[in-house]
């Protein structure tokens, strides 16, 4: 019984560090496509980074600004714009709160 139980969090651990994984994968692939100009993409797989598991509260800061970057290359400005006010908003002790809010300056 005792094997099983720490199997089961063996297993545990090993989920949470593979979507950790999946999580970070999903969001370099969604930098790399911004660089290459797929900014629908970028949409696609940053919202996959933010679905994996709960992000950090950093990282989810992180994806909300690359996805407000994305929108604004898609010319969807008001959505740009909303983005980077609410992650200056409730982000704002943070480095992409920060940045949001020289973007909408």
Known sequence: MKRS???????????????????RGALDRAYSNYQKGDYE???ELASRAENYQEPSREMKAEI????ALALEKLERHEEAQGT????????????????AKEKIK
Do not use: H, P, W
Not at 64 to 67: I, P, S, V, Y
Not at 89 to 98: A, L, P, R, S
């Open 5 to 23: 139980v720490i199997t089961i969090a063996v297993l545990g651990f090993l989920l949470c560090g593979c979507m950790s994984m999946a999580q």
């Open 41 to 43: 993409d970028v949409l």
């Open 64 to 67: 909300l600004f690359l996805k």
């Open 84 to 99: 980077f006010k609410y992650l200056s908003d409730k982000f704002n002790d943070t480095e992409y709160g920060y940045r």
